[in-house]
């Protein structure tokens, strides 16, 4: 079967317009992770409301760097293709990528204020 130069052609473009779907992604991913940033901007009025000092304003800024380096870490080196990528491989082949999203979301969604009572809840038995 011969493949003329011009298929050659469309199928490398095609190629090339997937990476840059992917490049795009990435970057979607990255600014959403930059929300956390956001937090200077809750930090006064939350701890007004609170009447947080400085230091302890700080901690939930402090405690997600710290988790997100110690996670980084880990899921560069070891977790993500040893637990992680397996995990959501199998969603994916039983669910699909959509419900795998949605899963993934609906997990978040209950693990974060989850983890945010227990932590509200050490705090306040000091």
């Known amino acids: ?74 899921s560069g080196f070891g977790l993500s293709p040893l637990i992680t990528a397996p995990v959501i491989k199998v969603l994916i082949n039983h669910v699909g990528v959509n419900s795998t999203f949605i899963a993934m979301g609906i997990f978040f969604l209950i693990a974060v204020p989850l983890l945010g009572f227990i932590f509200s809840q050490t705090r306040s038995s000091r």
């Open 1 to 74: 079967m011969n493949i003329s130069p011009k298929d050659e052609d469309k199928n490398l473009i095609s190629k090339v317009a997937n990476l840059w779907r992917f490049v795009l992604l990435g970057i979607g991913i990255i600014i959403c992770m930059g929300t956390v940033y956001s937090w200077s901007v809750f930090r006064t009025p939350i701890s007004q409301m609170y009447s947080l000092d400085a230091n302890a304003g700080g901690l939930p800024y402090l405690a997600f760097l710290i988790l997100y380096t110690v996670f980084m870490l880990l």
